[in-house]
């Protein structure tokens, strides 16, 4: 397949916010309590795409995927319950969500093959993340795309699981 990686366009954000919505089901039918609190919502959806980190995973001109990327931007990171694997520039990427109808086809491993490509070609060699305790999916996906386990780290006063990937 011929897939794009590129910078989410606000016209767009009803269709990321079909797709995000949907994940948020997911993982509520996971019996996962991520996002079960009002986020993500489509306020955030359109402030990414207003910031220039909102982006999404098109095939042929269709949107099936999105995640928020980010550069050196996550404050809570610096209070980490545990050690990075590095403390250099990094780039951050929340909010994956891949559209219901493309499941199961190792797109999540697709957008973090980009984001390594987006890292590296702003001379950055660290990808980290976090997810929800109990998103074993997420969990899984991290692990077998090289992440390690590093911590934890607290959003909205849940904790969070952190994940780092050092590019070689």
Not at 21 to 31: E, S, V, Y
Not at 78 to 88: H, M, P, S, V
Request: aromatic share 12%; net charge neutral.
């Amino acid at each position: 397949m011929n897939y794009q990686f590129r910078k989410a366009e606000l016209t767009e954000a009803p269709e990321i916010w079909t797709i995000l919505q949907n994940a948020i089901l997911r993982r509520k039918a996971d019996g996962s309590n991520q996002w079960q609190d009002g986020y993500p919502n489509p306020e955030i959806v359109e402030t990414d795409i207003k910031k220039g980190i909102g982006y999404v995973l098109v095939e042929q001109n269709k949107i099936i995927g999105y995640c928020a990327v980010l550069i050196n931007d996550e404050p809570e990171y610096a209070n980490l319950q545990g050690e990075w694997r590095t403390n250099t520039d990094f780039v951050v990427f929340h909010r994956v969500a891949i559209a219901a109808s493309h499941l199961g086809k190792n797109l999540s491993k697709k957008i973090i093959a980009y984001l390594e490509e987006f890292a590296r070609a702003n001379k950055i060699y660290s990808l980290k993340a976090d997810t929800n305790h109990d998103n074993f999916a997420m969990m899984a996906i991290f692990e077998k795309a090289g992440f390690v386990f590093c911590g934890i780290v607290h959003f909205r006063g849940s904790p969070r699981r952190a994940y780092e990937k050092v590019l070689l």
